[in-house]
C-alpha cells in the first residue's frame, strides 16, 4: 500500500471556532487525519471532526467526532480511514485553554 500526503498545513485555533484543514477532498479514496496535539497543555480540550456526503448530490454532514482534553501522552491524533467517493472535508475545533498551533496531515492510502 502506497501511503502519500494529500494536503497538510499548520492551524493555530481560535477558541470555539471550527477550522477546514485544507480543501474539501472530492478525489475518490481512503483518507485520514493526522493532527499533532503536543503543543495541549491541562485545561485544552481539542475537538476533530470529518463531514462527508452519502452519495453524490447530498449534504455533506458530520461523519465523525474525536475530542481529547489536557496533555496528550500520545501527541499525534490518527482518524480512522474515511473512504471517500463524493466529498469529505476535515476540521478542528479548540473549544477551551489557550489557542495552539497544530501540524496537520491528510493522507491519501
Not at 59 to 70: C, D, E, V
Not at 86 to 104: H, M, N, P, S, V
Request: charge should be neutral; hydrophobic fraction near 35%.
Amino acid at each position: 500500500m502506497s501511503v502519500t500526503s494529500n494536503q497538510s498545513g499548520s492551524q493555530t485555533a481560535t477558541i470555539n471556532t471550527e477550522h477546514t484543514l485544507g480543501t474539501a477532498i472530492t478525489t475518490a479514496g481512503v483518507y485520514v487525519l493526522v493532527v499533532d496535539a503536543n503543543a495541549m497543555v491541562n485545561g485544552d480540550v481539542l475537538e476533530l471532526r470529518v463531514y462527508s456526503k452519502c452519495k453524490s448530490g447530498s449534504t455533506s454532514r458530520q461523519t465523525r467526532i474525536g475530542a481529547f482534553a489536557n496533555i496528550q501522552a500520545d501527541p499525534n491524533k490518527y482518524s480512522i480511514p474515511i473512504p471517500v467517493d463524493t466529498e469529505c472535508t476535515f476540521t478542528l475545533k479548540q473549544i477551551a485553554g489557550t489557542g495552539r498551533a497544530f501540524d496537520w496531515n491528510i493522507l491519501s492510502l
